[in-house]
């Protein structure tokens, strides 16, 4: 079997961005952990700016949407109303 020169160097690059990715997602989550020891049992407010931005991500990621008090007092406001149909 002989080993392609080309091949190789697409499988390491592929393995050291993989590396790096989960080098980053670690970072950030220790990020958010040391951040909430920080707010400690405070409520984080989002305001519908931060909401949308969570939800098209999430919807990326095909993660559950964020649903909260707040959310649900602002389901009807034009601009979740106007995100929610652009996000489907």
Same mark, same amino acid.
């Given at each position: 079997?002989?080993?392609?020169?080309?091949?190789?160097?697409?499988?390491?690059?592929?393995?050291?961005?993989?590396?790096?990715?989960?080098?980053?997602?670690?970072? $950030?989550?220790?990020?958010? !952990?040391?951040?909430?020891?920080? %707010? &400690? @049992?405070?409520?984080?407010? $989002?305001?519908?700016?931060? !909401?949308?931005?969570?939800?098209? %991500? &999430? @919807?990326?990621?095909?993660?559950?949407?964020?649903?909260?008090?707040?959310?649900?007092?602002?389901?009807?406001?034009?601009?979740?109303?106007?995100?929610?149909?652009?996000?489907?």
């Amino acid at each position: 079997m002989k080993v392609k020169p080309m091949g190789m160097l697409l499988v390491m690059l592929a393995g050291w961005m993989n590396r790096h990715q989960q080098d980053v997602i670690e970072y $950030l989550k220790e990020e958010n !952990r040391v951040l909430r020891e920080k %707010l &400690g @049992k405070k409520r984080i407010i $989002l305001n519908n700016d931060q !909401r949308m931005r969570l939800a098209r %991500l &999430g @919807k990326r990621l095909d993660l559950p949407p964020f649903v909260g008090p707040a959310l649900m007092r602002g389901f009807h406001s034009p601009v979740l109303h106007l995100a929610l149909a652009y996000a489907a």
